[in-house]
Structure formats: C-alpha cells, structure tokens
C-alpha cells in the first residue's frame, strides 16, 4: 500500500471519528432538551395543581395534556429536531403564561 493511500485512509477514518461525536454531540443535545421539555411541563402542572380553578386554569391544564399527549407521542416516533426546538418554545411560553396566571391570582 503507498503512503498516499495510507494518509487518505487516515483521514478518512479521522473524518469518519469527527463526523460520529458530532452526530453524538446533536444526539445528546436533542435528549437534554427533550428532558427539560418533560421537566417544565412537569412544573406546569405543579402550579395548575395549587392553582384556582377557574375557566383560565381550565384552558392552561388542557393545553398542558394536549403537550403533554404529543409528547409521550415521541417513544414511538422520534421527533426532529425542528419540532423539539417548537415544542420547546410553546412549553416555556405556557410555563410564562402559567406563572403569570399564578402570580396575579
């Protein structure tokens, strides 16, 4: 073998090896993100459980289980990371919206 082809096979396996921990390092990402999605509807629902109940509670704890439903949805289907990055943004405005219910109650 000549030492053209060993160098192109050496960085061809040192690109392969970078390429994998950055797939990994999306991978861990998406997981951490998707944890934290579960943890603040977890705190919402907190809050929806101290809270009045009245017909704004009533809309904050559907919506909260409409989220929620989709959510356990991804065991079986694996989202993109565009739709955890949408999920993610809908679930902190209803943590804001649920906070702010709670506050001026």
Do not use: Y
């Not at 050496?10 to 991978?27: G, I, L, M, P």
């Not at 109940?53 to 959510?71: D, G, I, K």
């Not at 739709?83 to 219910?101: D, G, N, P, R, Y």
């Amino acid at each position: 073998m000549s030492l053209l082809s060993q160098d192109i096979r050496r960085v061809s396996r040192a690109q392969s090896h970078a390429a994998a921990e950055v797939a990994d390092e999306s991978t861990h990402r998406g997981q951490r993100r998707e944890a934290l999605i579960i943890d603040i509807l977890l705190a919402v629902f907190d809050i929806l459980r101290e809270a009045h109940t009245n017909a704004h509670t009533r809309e904050l704890r559907a919506q909260a289980r409409s989220l929620e439903n989709a959510v356990k949805h991804w065991t079986a289907v694996p989202p993109s990371a565009p739709q955890v990055a949408a999920m993610f943004e809908i679930v902190t405005e209803l943590h804001a919206k649920t906070v702010s219910s709670a506050i001026n109650r």
